[in-house]
C-alpha cells in the first residue's frame, strides 16, 4: 500500500511548495535529533524528511498523485539517509533561516558588474614640499573603462545569456555521501564566475571583462604639512570594477627624503648650530636659512653653554589642515679649537690668569649646573 506522503507532513494534496516547506520546517525544528532526542521522533522525523523530498520532486509527486509510491522497488532510500538535497537543505533552514542568508536558503548570483578594488602609489616629497603643499603630476596603471563597450562587455549589439552551467544561478551544488548522510556543498559556477550569465560575443577588446589595463597621468593634490607614510585619498581614481562597476579610489603615499640641514620631529624641525668657543663666551648671530621663512637670524647670548638649545617659536612645519605651525629648535654645539699658534696660546694663558676663579672641579650629581647633564646621560645609557 502506497504510504500517505502529504498525510506524514499534514497538507492536503493541493499544497504549493511554499505550503511544503513552512510544514517540513515546522516539523523538522520539533522532531529532529538533536532537539529530540526520542527514538520515537527521530524515526517520525525519518518518514517526514523522505515525504518531504518526495514531494517536492516534480516526478515522485506525479507518481503519488497516481496513486502509487515512487520509493518501492528500489526507487530511493528513505528516511533520513536517503533524503536529497532539498531534504537536507531544508533542514539547515530550519534551524538557521536559510542558507548563504538568502530567504528560502537560494544564494542570488552576484552579478557581472562588482565594484573596483583600491589602489596605492608611492611619490617622494622633499621637506619642503611637505612643508607648502604640491600638486604632483604621477603616472598609474590602472584598469579603466573600456570605450568600446563602455563596461557591457558585449561585442555591438549582443547580449549576455543566461548561463547553461548553473541555470542563472551563479553556483553549482553537488551531493556527497557521510557518515551524516548526504551532505550538500556549493560552489561558485565555473562557466560564469558566479555572475548568472554569459556573454557569448564578448568585446573584442575587454574580452568582456568591461575594462582594460591602461596608464594614465593625474593630478594628485598633496596638502601642506604632510609626512612620512602619511597617505592621501583621491576618491574613485582606482580601479574600475569588473562589468565597468565603480572604481575603487587611489591612495598616494607620501614617501619624505631627507633634508641636509633639518631634522623633522611631527611639527618641529631640528638643527645643529656649531659655534666658536670665542663666539659663545661672547655672544653673537648666526643665519639660519628656514624652510618657509627664508634666511632668520638666530641670536647667540654671550655665555652660551655647550648643548644648549634655542628655540624659535612658529618657524617649523605647518600643521596638516591647521593654521598653526611646530617650532626651530638650533642645538648648539660648541666648538673649541685644538690647534693654536703661540700668539693664540699666550693670549689665553693670560685670559685665565684674569680669572683665578674658574678652575677645573668635579662636581656633585645632585648640583643644579650637573643636572642636565646628568639626565642626559642616564638617558644615553638607557637607550644602548
Given amino acids: ?47 517526514v524528511s523522505t515525504a518531504y523530498e518526495v514531494l517536492t520532486d516534480p516526478e515522485k509527486r506525479r507518481i503519488v498523485d497516481l496513486g502509487g509510491d515512487p520509493l518501492e522497488n528500489g526507487g530511493g532510500g528513505a528516511g533520513f539517509n536517503g533524503a536529497g538535497f532539498g531534504g537536507l537543505g531544508d533542514v539547515f533552514e530550519a534551524f538557521f533561516g536559510g542558507m548563504s542568508g538568502q530567504p528560502g536558503g537560494a544564494r542570488k548570483p552576484r552579478g557581472r558588474v562588482q565594484p573596483g578594488a583600491d589602489s596605492l602609489i608611492r611619490t617622494r616629497l622633499s621637506l619642503a614640499e611637505c612643508a607648502v603643499g604640491v600638486t604632483k603630476h604621477l603616472t598609474v596603471d590602472t584598469a579603466i573603462l573600456c570605450d568600446i563597450c563602455v563596461g557591457a ?17 551563479g553556483e553549482v551544488q553537488s551531493v556527497q555521501r557521510s557518515f551524516l548522510g548526504q551532505v550538500l556543498t556549493s560552489r561558485p559556477c565555473p562557466t560564469c564566475r558566479g555572475a548568472g550569465e554569459t556573454i557569448p560575443d564578448p568585446c573584442h ?33 582606482g580601479e574600475v570594477g569588473p562589468g565597468g562597476g565603480h572604481a575603487g579610489d587611489l591612495y598616494v603615499e607620501v614617501v619624505e627624503q631627507p633634508h641636509d640641514t633639518f631634522v623633522r620631529d611631527g611639527d618641529d624641525l631640528h638643527c645643529t ?8 663666551i661672547l655672544g653673537t648671530t648666526v643665519v639660519v636659512d628656514t624652510i618657509l ?8 647670548a654671550a655665555g652660551t653653554q655647550p648643548g644648549e ?56 650629581a645632585q648640583s643644579e649646573h650637573n643636572s642636565g647633564l646628568f639626565a642626559r646621560l642616564r638617558a644615553s645609557f638607557s637607550g644602548r
Avoid: W
Fill in 205 to 237: 577588446k575587454c574580452g568582456g571583462d568591461g575594462r582594460v589595463r591602461a596608464r594614465r597621468e593625474i593630478a594628485a593634490p598633496i596638502p601642506a604639512g604632510v609626512a612620512n607614510g602619511m597617505r592621501v585619498r583621491l576618491a574613485a581614481q
Fill in 1 to 47: 500500500m502506497a504510504r500517505d506522503y502529504y498525510g506524514l507532513l499534514g497538507v492536503g494534496k493541493n499544497a504549493t511548495d511554499q505550503e511544503l516547506k513552512r510544514a517540513y520546517r515546522k516539523l523538522a525544528r520539533e522532531l529532529h535529533p538533536d532537539v529530540n532526542p526520542d527514538e520515537a521522533a527521530q524515526t517520525r522525523f525519518k518518514e
Fill in 293 to 300: 621663512d627664508g634666511p632668520t637670524e638666530l641670536s647667540i
Fill in 153 to 169: 562587455g558585449t561585442n555591438g549589439n549582443s547580449k549576455p545569456v543566461r548561463c547553461e552551467t548553473c541555470d542563472g544561478a
Fill in 309 to 364: 638649545v634655542i628655540q624659535l617659536r612658529a618657524h617649523g612645519m605647518p600643521r596638516l589642515r591647521s593654521g598653526a605651525r611646530g617650532d626651530l629648535l638650533a642645538h648648539l654645539d660648541i666648538v673649541v679649537p685644538t690647534k693654536l699658534d703661540g700668539k693664540q696660546t699666550d693670549l689665553l694663558r693670560k685670559f685665565k690668569g684674569m680669572r683665578d676663579r674658574d678652575r677645573a672641579e668635579v662636581m656633585s
Fill in 273 to 280: 648650530v656649531r659655534v666658536p668657543m670665542v663666539d659663545a
